[in-house]
């Protein structure tokens, strides 16, 4: 008898990481509770998915154990929010996951399935495909043009090494162009991609920025972008370094310098928003847009998460308020996860702190860490809503959401 197409299925992995299908059992999904998986909450596994095997962990059946057999989870393309998260046990010593969103998947008839929703659409961050050698032929072309600018070359290992969108937007000359600029950070952040703790178990998937970069190569890479591109974007502030505004003096010497010699386009910073004086200096100097992150409207699950140095949450939103105030462009790089997004008090402190601010956009991002480390570190909710209903609310208090920056 063939298996009704409405039937939910275990997608799962042997130990070598080949993906198996079994439609006679029904997974369980975590979503900051074990609980099973409504077939709405499901969509077809879009195009550049990624099946991820989670080593060490046994998935978790409605009925029935699941003996040898190794969980399965998805990684998303930018564009989905994620709903739900792949439900496990551990077993014993098994090792930290690497810092991934990991999001629940299943099979239904005999297609891949995932709990996610589509919450934005942009061609400059689809899923790209090069041919051989295409990336590095461009790559290089630009490189010979300003061969010793340490700039270019950070973005160019990004690039190639870790298919960084806004660091290929150099070399393809489109959208968002990255400008990394400090090697240092003032927080300690549990999921960091760039630098993480001697005894975190887990590598940094990227490297840092080392070299203290000077106002003359910021200026030539971000004017070279500009000058290419209508209404183009570069920012300050990505995942292969820490926190640009320690370097607000530099910054806002190379918006001046940039804006003296280019008036359109847009000059954008993505920071933590610790310090609100050196954001007013770089507003002062001309910056267009501001995109701040956060994990959470919570002073305890924010400062848990990001171990901040020398700020708090307060600061955080005495940023947003600033820049909203002076006009510039605004979102929020909300990092999210199902189970601490979602839960009622969170839900709470956003739409509370969101009623006296009028920001542009919140941009939902996977927040890229082990679920078991995370839930360790912020707690378990009692009754989280479920990520649908949260994204409602947040679209409910009239605020854009999205994933991606937009010019307009």
Same mark, same amino acid.
């Given at each position: 008898?063939?298996?009704?197409?409405?039937?939910?299925?275990?997608?799962?992995?042997?130990?070598?990481?080949?993906?198996? *299908?079994?439609?006679?059992?029904?997974?369980?999904?975590?979503?900051?509770?074990?609980?099973?998986?409504?077939?709405?909450?499901?969509?077809?596994?879009?195009?550049?998915?990624?099946?991820?095997?989670?080593?060490?962990?046994?998935?978790?059946?409605?009925?029935?154990?699941?003996?040898?057999?190794?969980?399965?989870?998805?990684?998303?393309?930018?564009?989905?929010?994620?709903?739900?998260?792949?439900?496990?046990?551990?077993?014993?010593?098994?090792?930290?996951?690497?810092?991934?969103?990991?999001?629940?998947?299943?099979?239904?008839?005999?297609?891949?399935?995932?709990?996610?929703?589509?919450?934005?659409?942009?061609?400059?961050?689809?899923?790209?495909?090069?041919?051989?050698?295409?990336?590095?032929?461009?790559?290089?072309?630009?490189?010979?043009?300003?061969?010793?600018?340490?700039?270019?070359?950070?973005?160019?290992?990004?690039?190639?090494?870790?298919?960084?969108?806004?660091?290929?937007?150099?070399?393809?000359?489109?959208?968002?162009?990255?400008?990394?600029?400090?090697?240092?950070?003032?927080?300690?952040?549990?999921?960091?991609?760039?630098?993480?703790?001697?005894?975190?178990?887990?590598?940094?998937?990227?490297?840092?920025?080392?070299?203290?970069?000077?106002?003359?190569?910021?200026?030539?890479?971000?004017?070279?972008?500009?000058?290419?591109?209508?209404?183009?974007?570069?920012?300050?502030?990505?995942?292969?370094?820490?926190?640009?505004?320690?370097?607000?003096?530099?910054?806002?010497?190379?918006?001046?310098?940039?804006?003296?010699?280019?008036?359109?386009?847009?000059?954008?910073?993505?920071?933590?928003?610790?310090?609100?004086?050196?954001?007013?200096?770089?507003?002062?100097?001309?910056?267009?847009?501001?995109?701040?992150?956060?994990?959470?409207?919570?002073?305890?699950?924010?400062?848990?998460?990001?171990?901040?140095?020398?700020?708090?949450?307060?600061?955080?939103?005495?940023?947003?308020?600033?820049?909203?105030?002076?006009?510039?462009?605004?979102?929020?790089?909300?990092?999210?996860?199902?189970?601490?997004?979602?839960?009622?008090?969170?839900?709470?402190?956003?739409?509370?702190?969101?009623?006296?601010?009028?920001?542009?956009?919140?941009?939902?991002?996977?927040?890229?860490?082990?679920?078991?480390?995370?839930?360790?570190?912020?707690?378990?909710?009692?009754?989280?809503?479920?990520?649908?209903?949260?994204?409602?609310?947040?679209?409910?208090?009239?605020?854009?959401?999205?994933? *991606?920056?937009?010019?307009?």
């Amino acid at each position: 008898m063939k298996t009704p197409p409405s039937r939910i299925g275990l997608a799962y992995t042997d130990r070598r990481g080949s993906v198996f *299908f079994d439609p006679e059992s029904e997974p369980l999904a975590d979503a900051g509770v074990v609980r099973p998986v409504a077939l709405d909450e499901l969509i077809a596994a879009p195009p550049g998915v990624v099946p991820t095997m989670l080593p060490g962990r046994t998935p978790l059946l409605a009925h029935g154990r699941s003996a040898k057999r190794t969980a399965l989870g998805v990684l998303l393309p930018a564009g989905y929010t994620r709903l739900l998260l792949p439900a496990y046990r551990s077993e014993p010593g098994s090792p930290t996951l690497p810092l991934y969103g990991y999001a629940f998947a299943a099979v239904v008839g005999d297609r891949l399935m995932t709990a996610a929703v589509k919450t934005d659409e942009d061609v400059d961050w689809s899923p790209r495909h090069f041919a051989q050698g295409e990336l590095e032929a461009a790559v290089a072309a630009r490189l010979r043009d300003d061969p010793h600018n340490r700039v270019l070359l950070q973005v160019a290992r990004c690039s190639l090494e870790y298919g960084c969108f806004t660091a290929q937007n150099h070399f393809l000359v489109k959208g968002e162009a990255a400008l990394p600029v400090s090697p240092s950070c003032n927080a300690r952040c549990v999921g960091c991609i760039s630098e993480q703790d001697a005894d975190a178990g887990i590598p940094s998937p990227q490297a840092r920025i080392l070299d203290d970069v000077t106002v003359d190569e910021l200026v030539r890479a971000a004017l070279a972008h500009l000058e290419r591109v209508p209404g183009g974007i570069v920012s300050f502030g990505q995942g292969c370094e820490g926190e640009p505004l320690l370097r607000a003096t530099l910054i806002a010497r190379t918006i001046e310098r940039i804006r003296a010699r280019h008036s359109s386009g847009i000059v954008n910073c993505n920071t933590n928003g610790s310090l609100p004086r050196s954001l007013r200096m770089l507003i002062d100097a001309g910056l267009d847009a501001v995109r701040i992150s956060l994990n959470s409207f919570r002073p305890e699950v924010y400062a848990a998460y990001y171990r901040p140095v020398g700020y708090t949450l307060d600061d955080v939103f005495e940023s947003i308020r600033l820049a909203c105030e002076r006009g510039l462009r605004v979102s929020l790089n909300l990092l999210t996860h199902p189970g601490v997004t979602d839960d009622p008090d969170e839900l709470v402190a956003m739409e509370s702190f969101l009623a006296s601010v009028r920001v542009a956009m919140i941009q939902t991002r996977t927040l890229n860490i082990d679920p078991e480390r995370y839930f360790a570190v912020v707690g378990r909710p009692e009754s989280p809503v479920g990520m649908r209903k949260a994204l409602v609310r947040i679209a409910a208090l009239g605020i854009r959401l999205g994933n *991606f920056t937009h010019v307009h």
